[in-house]
Each structure stands twice: as structure tokens, then as C-alpha cells.
């Protein structure tokens, strides 16, 4: 029966009801439900991965010291169902390419197997909150609308969704409100990668480089709309087929609904541009196909929670460590960082503060608080996603 209501489900509530399945909310629902948590876990989308299914960028790039638990397992458990290319060493978690059905089975698994509640095609639009006290949260399905209770709240949901809905304060873009410029992922297949090196070689083997004598030339000729210098490039997945993520989306709005339906539009326009560009210009993508776009917008910055603690840049660039860490990550300075407008003097002035810097020191790290994942105005409200913890 149609529900149409936004009253609460009466039935006991979860220990941890967690909105969003990409790795963070997959990760967390499984520790959970492992430790013998009642765990809710509510995903959008028809399928579990976030940004590494929905968005396809098919690949694993995590440092082994700094990488474990439920990530390790699942790189492991890839390799188990030959998901990743033979030639991949066990062990390895530097560079991981898997292929993406099988990574979407293996989530739903590895969720069904932990004994999580899981919702697809289900989405928050409301929640319930009794002073600083999150109760419970409304959600949209194709049954209509009901409630979920819980006990803790997880904000996983990549644009901190439930967290505004809960009242948390934000901060989006930079001291002009620039975000940086999402992109499209797309999949090519049919390159011949033996080619496209022997001409990175023979070009001097500065594969940036080529590309921004290149732009120009394709802006002149009518087949690029724009000169885009911040080119993230081709990321090799199987024998002759490709991740290509290129074409950011200047001026993206990707907070609203608009905003984020006109960058989507945008970034598919230009994938279809990048295509072309790669068939005309670079040796060994003659033949090239491209099989198909994300179904989800490579969004690189949304809204940042304010929480306890808001962990800094210079907190990374100088290898910060805490007493209430979580977890470790990569430290210093350098950063992949996008730049939010496309003019060049903006493309360089990213390039010289998150790129043309020191080295990263293999043998040290930096740690990430406890106090950035907790909420301010919410005693049980946590925010575990990159693009939207506690951080400036």
C-alpha cells in the first residue's frame, strides 16, 4: 500500500542507521553489523560503491601503510572472483583496477552477508530531531515515504544531505564560494596502448605537456569547446580499454538540483568532445570507443559539516598527528586538488600549491581526528565522507 505519510515506522530502532553506500557507508555498515549492531543502511542509487561504481572510477589507489580492515578485504575478495587484471600483484593496493560488475556484486555480498538492512532506490528527505538529538529520518522509496529510528546517525551521503537536514552548519567553496570543477568519467575501449607510449616517448614523455600544445589547436579546429590545462588523463583498467577523466565543469552548482542537472548535462557534452579529441590527436586512440559515461557527476567539493574540529591543508603539509586519531593518510603538501575556474592563471596557482611541491615522505603520515567526524549541533550524528567532513 502507497504510504504517503513522513511518520516514524513503529518498530524498535537501529543501533546505526547510515545514508549512503559509497566506501565510507559500506565500510562503516559492515564494521557495524560485524560487531553485532542492528545496522540500517540507505543508498539513493541502485547500487552500492559511490563514486568507485556509480561514478566509475574503477580503481583502488591506497598506500598499504595506510590502508586496511574492510578496504583490504575487499581488494582481496576482487582478486578471489579475478575481478582485477592477473597482472595486478597480490599485495598490491597502490593501483588497483577492478572491473565494475564485479565490484557491484561483491558489495551487495559482502552487505547481505554482514547482516545490514539495506535500501536501494531510496532517498532521505527529511528527518526527526528533538533539541540536539537526532531521532530518526524520513526517506522516499518506491512505496512511498516512511520512517527510520535509530540510535546513531551516520552522514555518508558525499554533499553532508543529512546532516543539513539535521541543522549542521557548512561551508561550500572557497573565501569566494569556488568549489572545485567536477568531471565525467567515461570508459574507452579499443586503444592501442603499445602506440599511445611509443608517442608519449617519442614527445618527450611529458604526457601534460603534449596535451596543452595540443588543446589549442583542437579549440582552432572546432573540436574542443575550451583550453582545459588541468587534465587528469587516461588510466589504463584491461588490455585496451581505458578510465578517461577529462573535461571539468567550470562554474558547477553542484549543492542544488539544477546546478547539479546542468553540470551532469555539461559533463556529458564534453565527454562526447574528449572523445573526438583523442581519436584526431593522440596515436594509439585512432580506434577508439567510448562504451559509456558515469551514471554519476565526479563531484570533487560540496558542503564541508562543521564539526569540533576542522582539519586544514597545513595540517596535512605538516604531517599533524592527534591524540583522538581514527585513522592515517598520506601527508604533506601535495594534494589532488582540482582548480575551480578555467583560467590559466587559476590552473597555476593550484598546480604550484598542490602539485609542483615537495615530495610526500613514504615513511611518515598524518593522522585524522575523531573530533572532525563528530557534529556540532548533534550528540549522535557522525559525518564519515571526503568530500564533506570536518575540514577547510
Not at 565500510?27 to 541502485?46: G, H, N
Not at 582478486?79 to 599485495?91: I, K, L, T
Not at 591524540?323 to 575556474?341: E, I, L, N, P, Y
Request: proline residues 3%; glycine residues 10%.
Amino acid at each position: 500500500m502507497w504510504n504517503s505519510s513522513s511518520e516514524l515506522m513503529a518498530k524498535s530502532p537501529y543501533d546505526v542507521v547510515i545514508v549512503g553506500g559509497g566506501t565510507a557507508g559500506i565500510a562503516t555498515a559492515i564494521s557495524a553489523a560485524r560487531r553485532d549492531m542492528s545496522v540500517c543502511l540507505v543508498e539513493q542509487t541502485s547500487m552500492l560503491g559511490g563514486m568507485g561504481t556509480s561514478g566509475m572510477m574503477t580503481a583502488i589507489i591506497a598506500p598499504k601503510k595506510h590502508f586496511g580492515g574492510v578496504g583490504v578485504e575487499i581488494v582481496d575478495r576482487l582478486r578471489q572472483r579475478e575481478g582485477v587484471p592477473p597482472n595486478n600483484s597480490p599485495g598490491n593496493y597502490g593501483w588497483v583496477p577492478y572491473h565494475n560488475e564485479t565490484m557491484k556484486r561483491l558489495l551487495d555480498d559482502l552487505i547481505l552477508d554482514s547482516g545490514v538492512d539495506l535500501y536501494l532506490c531510496t532517498k532521505l528527505i527529511g528527518v526527526q530531531r528533538s533539541k540536539n538529538t537526532l531521532q530518526g529520518i524520513t526517506v522516499a522509496g518506491p512505496d512511498g515515504n516512511w520512517g527510520i529510528r535509530g540510535s546513531v546517525f551516520v552522514d555518508a551521503t558525499g554533499d553532508g544531505a543529512l546532516s543539513c537536514y539535521a541543522g549542521e552548519d557548512f561551508e561550500l567553496g572557497d573565501e569566494q564560494g569556488n568549489t572545485q570543477a567536477p568531471s565525467m568519467t567515461a570508459y574507452y575501449s579499443h586503444i592501442d596502448f603499445d602506440r599511445f607510449s611509443a608517442f608519449v616517448v617519442s614527445e618527450g614523455g611529458n604526457y601534460t605537456e603534449i596535451v596543452h600544445r595540443l588543446l589549442p589547436i583542437a579549440v582552432q579546429d572546432g573540436i574542443l569547446s575550451s583550453v582545459d590545462l588541468h587534465h587528469p588523463g587516461v588510466f589504463r583498467i584491461q588490455k585496451d580499454v581505458a578510465i578517461v577523466n577529462v573535461g571539468h565543469v567550470y562554474g558547477a552548482d553542484c549543492a542544488s538540483a539544477k546546478g547539479l542537472t546542468m553540470a551532469t548535462i555539461a559533463g556529458r557534452k564534453l565527454a562526447t568532445e574528449y572523445i573526438a579529441f583523442y581519436r584526431r590527436y593522440i596515436p594509439g586512440f585512432e580506434n577508439a570507443v567510448m562504451t559509456n559515461t558515469a551514471s554519476w557527476l565526479g563531484i570533487r567539493e560540496t558542503r564541508r559539516i562543521k564539526g569540533k574540529y576542522m582539519l586544514s591543508h597545513e595540517d596535512k603539509a605538516n604531517y599533524r598527528k592527534f591524540d583522538d586519531a581514527v585513522f592515517r593518510f598520506g601527508g604533506g603538501a601535495k594534494t589532488d586538488m582540482h582548480a575551480s575556474t578555467n583560467s590559466r592563471e587559476d590552473y597555476l596557482d593550484y598546480y604550484r600549491r598542490f602539485t609542483s611541491v615537495e615530495k610526500r615522505r613514504d615513511d611518515d603520515y598524518c593522522s585524522f581526528p575523531y573530533r572532525s567526524l563528530v557534529t556540532g549541533k548533534n550528540d549522535n550524528l557522525y559525518v564519515l565522507e571526503s568530500t564533506e567532513f570536518s575540514a577547510v
